[in-house]
Antibody, heavy 114, light 113 residues
Framework: QVQLVQSGAEVKKPGASVKVTCKAS????????INWVRQAPGQRLEWMGW????????KYSQKFQGRVTFTRDTSTSTAYMELSSLRSEDTAVYFC???????WGQGTLVTVSS | DIVMTQSPDSLAVSLGERATINCKSS????????????LAWFQQKLGQPPKLLIY???ARESGVPDRFSGSGSGTDFTLTISSLQAGDVAVYYC?????????FGQGTKVEIK
C-alpha cells in the first residue's frame, strides 16, 4: 500500500532553516510528483509547490520562491523540503502528498520560536 | 492567484440530515478543451491529514461513500453529504488545481446538531 512517512517535529529559531523528509513506499517513486502543503494553526491549507520525483524538476509557489528548496533521492525514495530564513509565521504542519493529493504524509510540525 | 471562498464557515446538521457546502472561485476553473472543472474536495479530521473525497468537481474518489457528492461548474461548486453520519464530523476544504499557485478554501466545519 502507498505510504508517505515524514520526519518528526522540529523546533527552530527565527532565521534558521528546516529540512523535512518524506519517505515513500508502496509505489514507483519516480512515477509521481510530490507536492508540499502546509497548514498554519487555524489557517487554511497552503500549497507550496511540487517536485517531479523522476527528473527533479520543481515548481514553487511565488510566495515561497527563494526560501524553499525541494529535492529528492531516488535511491531511497525520499523527498525533502527545506525552508530557510524561518520566521514565526512559518510555524505550521507541513505535509507531503503524492500527485493529485490522493496520498498524504502524516504531517510534520515545525515550530519557529525564539 | 485564484481565491476560493467557502460558505458557510460552520454548519451543524442533525444525524441523517443533508449537509451542503458551497465553494466559489474568483476565476473560472473549467477547462473547456476537456470540459473538466479543476476542483477537488477534501475532508480533514482533527489531527489527521486531509482526505480526498471528490475530484473533477463531481468524481468520487475510490472508497468514498456515495452519500458524498459534488456538483457545479465554472466558478460555483457544492459538496453535499446526503445523510450525515457521526464519522463525517470534520472540516471540509475545496481546492482548485487549475492554475498555480493551487489554492484552498478557508474550510467549513461540520458538526452534529
Amino acid at each position: 500500500q502507498v505510504q508517505l512517512v515524514q520526519s518528526g517535529a522540529e523546533v527552530k529559531k527565527p532565521g534558521a532553516s528546516v529540512k523535512v523528509t518524506c519517505k515513500a513506499s508502496g509505489y514507483t517513486f519516480i512515477s509521481y510528483d510530490i507536492n508540499w502543503v502546509r497548514q498554519a494553526p487555524g489557517q487554511r491549507l497552503e500549497w507550496m509547490g511540487w517536485i517531479n520525483a523522476g527528473n527533479g524538476n520543481t515548481k514553487y509557489s511565488q510566495k515561497f520562491q527563494g526560501r524553499v528548496t525541494f529535492t529528492r533521492d531516488t535511491s531511497t525514495s525520499t523527498a525533502y523540503m527545506e525552508l530557510s530564513s524561518l520566521r514565526s509565521e512559518d510555524t505550521a504542519v507541513y505535509f507531503c502528498a503524492r500527485e493529485a493529493l490522493v496520498y498524504w504524509g502524516q504531517g510534520t510540525l515545525v515550530t519557529v520560536s525564539s | 492567484d485564484i481565491v476560493m471562498t467557502q460558505s458557510p464557515d460552520s454548519l451543524a446538521v442533525s444525524l441523517g440530515e443533508r449537509a451542503t457546502i458551497n465553494c466559489k472561485s474568483s476565476q473560472n476553473i473549467l477547462d473547456r478543451s476537456n470540459n473538466k472543472n479543476y476542483l477537488a474536495w477534501f475532508q480533514q479530521k482533527l489531527g489527521q491529514p486531509p482526505k480526498l473525497l471528490i475530484y473533477w468537481a463531481s468524481a468520487r474518489e475510490s472508497g468514498v461513500p456515495d452519500r458524498f457528492s459534488g456538483s457545479g461548474s465554472g466558478t460555483d461548486f457544492t459538496l453535499t453529504i446526503s445523510s450525515l453520519q457521526a464519522g463525517d464530523v470534520a472540516v471540509y476544504y475545496c481546492h482548485q488545481f487549475y492554475s498555480t499557485p493551487y489554492t484552498f478554501g478557508q474550510g467549513t466545519k461540520v458538526e452534529i446538531k
